[in-house]
């Protein structure tokens, strides 16, 4: 704590003013959060839409109001870092035993770098992101609900959704508890979990995702752990279960960066993360607190790990695999799944679309439903590396084209604005080396994520497969977002029939084609894929390359309906509840 300091109380004033703000702001995020249950309970999905929008952009909002307080408050001591220095170690001091200090933290370094326009990291008025505690190794589960197998299975789970407290009734509870024991023995069959059930660990509060409610625990048993999730649906007719998930590749599924974020009101949300953990190992912490829409939170663990890495590793940042963007230029550190994207100054033809145009499009990608088929693009301003980790190439290329973005200082490479996202095989790479078994159903899925874009409104607009990355789940994501747009904004044309020889024989297109004209009758002809694969495509796929599908969703869309798109097989049963 400083002492003997001529700003002593106007520090500590400060201090308490950014931790009263992220406290405001904490509890009118929760407020949002708590929403969901209401919305579930009266099937406002709409509502639904509206409150994630609302609560991602809330934390800028924050963060730039008490910027511009403390700006007007402090005047010419504004940009005085000795001040601020001082202001940091009585904020230090006053959120040492708060729920979440870490959360405390990353605001207060949002609203320096606000003000100073940090570049780098500035280790006298921000906190360092490598000096953040990381989420807790284990946990006791203190906010779970515990139940034990004191007679069948079946009343254990009943007891379960007993618990579940929603105002809206379950229409038909006792098949969703025949439905639960008859999955359960089937994943225990399967191998998937093994031995006897000693109990079961449900955590307090309901994960909402949109349209669909989830209880998410793990099912202890007496020789290995398992996630346990239950999937819920309200219809017409009241609740249902919707499925069941206990593979860890299931629960990483639901909770992929691909995903929107959960709107689930934890009291504390680094344990929640911990247990999060425990039954999917293999997510950081990081993509956890994202997803839970601790958005920034799951920032600055991503960039305390990637520097925490640079400091174990010696590669260099090198051009990443797959064809070079028109728009990007996209690297990676070969050591780390990461890649690291940035705007080109100047697009080659056929692009004809601006760096503002693709700076509204992954804002657009941020604030919709990512239906489980956008990647996760997260923004970063103002990182700086050594220019010794990054490949002559890759410099040479950066300096010559990205000069808006990039900055060379000394030893130094300034990111003054790039963004980051999860390291995919491209799918054309994918199926260069994949059997034919492997491209089949990377093919099938490639045709599925662009229905399930649809469905949530969102046209690729470049449907080559380049765009497109597999995960290791064999999944198939888009991650390339500048031609991307609504469905609704599209005008869906059929090819016109040419009425003359003479027509048909032109090189260059002979009827009018409008700016938002697309013709999905040509889509099969940049996909590349070879004889084979294109009829399989076709087999299951073919209704995507009719005008007719797509005026179709349009319409659906126009009507305010919102389509699922669900990251799991659900319980043939509830059809009968939408």
């Known amino acids: 704590m400083p002492a003997n300091s001529r700003h002593k109380h106007l520090a500590e004033a400060i201090a308490s003013t950014v931790c009263d703000d992220f406290a405001d702001y904490n509890q009118e995020f929760r407020a949002i959060t708590r929403r969901a249950l209401v919305r579930f309970e009266n099937r406002d999905w709409k509502g639904s839409q509206r409150d994630a929008v609302e609560r991602i952009e809330l934390y800028d909002i924050i963060v730039k109001r008490t910027a511009v307080e403390l700006k007007h408050r402090l005047g010419h001591l504004c940009k005085n870092k000795t001040l601020w220095a001082e202001i940091k170690a009585y904020f ?24 100073f326009d940090t570049v780098g990291v500035d280790m006298t008025v921000e906190f360092l992101a490598v000096d953040f505690e990381p989420a807790p190794r284990h946990v006791e589960s203190p906010k779970t609900r515990t139940y034990r197998l004191r007679t069948t299975e079946e009343t254990l789970f009943g007891e379960i959704l007993n618990h579940s407290a929603f105002a809206t009734p379950f229409c038909k509870f006792n098949d969703d508890i025949q439905f639960i024991t008859k999955e359960f023995n089937a994943y225990r069959n399967n191998g998937d979990f093994s031995g006897e059930i000693i109990r079961v660990e449900i955590m307090n509060p ?53 995903r929107s974020y959960f709107h689930v ?74 890649v690291i994207k940035i705007i080109r100054d100047h697009f080659a033809p056929p692009k004809t679309s601006s760096r503002q145009d693709v700076l509204h499009k992954y804002q657009l990608v941020f604030k919709h439903d990512r239906a489980g088929r956008l990647i996760d693009a997260q923004e970063f301003r103002r990182l700086t590396f050594e220019s010794s980790r990054f490949s002559q190439a890759l410099l040479d290329e950066l300096t010559k084209e990205a000069t808006e973005s990039v900055k060379i200082q000394g030893d130094k490479v300034i990111l003054k604005h790039c963004y980051i996202e999860r390291r995919l095989t491209p799918l054309n790479l994918y199926l260069q080396t994949a059997n034919y078994l492997n491209a089949q159903k990377v093919v099938y899925d490639y045709g ?51 009425q003359t020889i003479e027509d048909e024989m032109r090189a260059e297109t002979w009827f009018y084609v409008g700016e938002n004209d697309v013709f999905p009758e040509q889509f099969i002809s940049f996909l590349g894929f070879d004889r084979e694969l294109e009829a399989f495509f076709m087999e299951w796929h073919s209704d995507i390359m009719t005008a007719r599908y797509w005026r179709d969703l349009q319409n659906q869309h126009r009507l305010g309906q919102v389509l699922d798109v669900l990251p799991y097989h659900r319980y043939p049963g509830t059809h009968r509840q939408d």
């Open 448 to 498: 599925q994520a662009i229905r399930d874009l649809a469905l949530s409104n969102i046209f690729p607009g470049d449907l080559l497969i380049k765009n497109f990355g597999v995960t290791r789940y064999g999944r198939i994501i888009f991650y390339d977002y500048d031609e991307l747009c609504m469905v609704t904004d599209c005008n869906f044309r059929e090819m016109p029939v040419a």
């Open 206 to 258: 309901v994960f909402h995702q949109l349209t669909r409610a989830y209880l998410v625990g793990r099912l202890v048993g007496t020789h290995n752990t398992v996630p346990l999730i239950i999937s819920l649906v309200n219809g017409p007719k009241g609740i249902a279960v919707d499925a069941v998930m206990m593979a860890e590749s299931e629960a990483g599924m639901l909770f992929s960066f691909t």
């Open 92 to 115: 230090a001091e006053k959120i040492r035993r708060f729920p979440d200090p870490e959360f405390y933290k990353t605001f207060f370094s949002s609203i320096t770098r606000y003000l």
């Open 265 to 338: 009101d934890l009291e504390q949300v680094a344990d929640s993360v911990a247990f999060l953990r425990l039954i999917m190992p293999e997510k950081s912490a990081g993509e956890l607190y994202t997803v839970l829409g601790r958005a920034k939170q799951g920032k600055t663990v991503r960039y305390r790990n990637l520097l925490d890495h640079l400091k174990k590793s010696s590669d260099q940042f090198v051009h990443a695999p797959g064809d070079k963007g028109l728009v990007m230029v996209v690297f990676t550190l070969p050591s780390y799944d990461i």
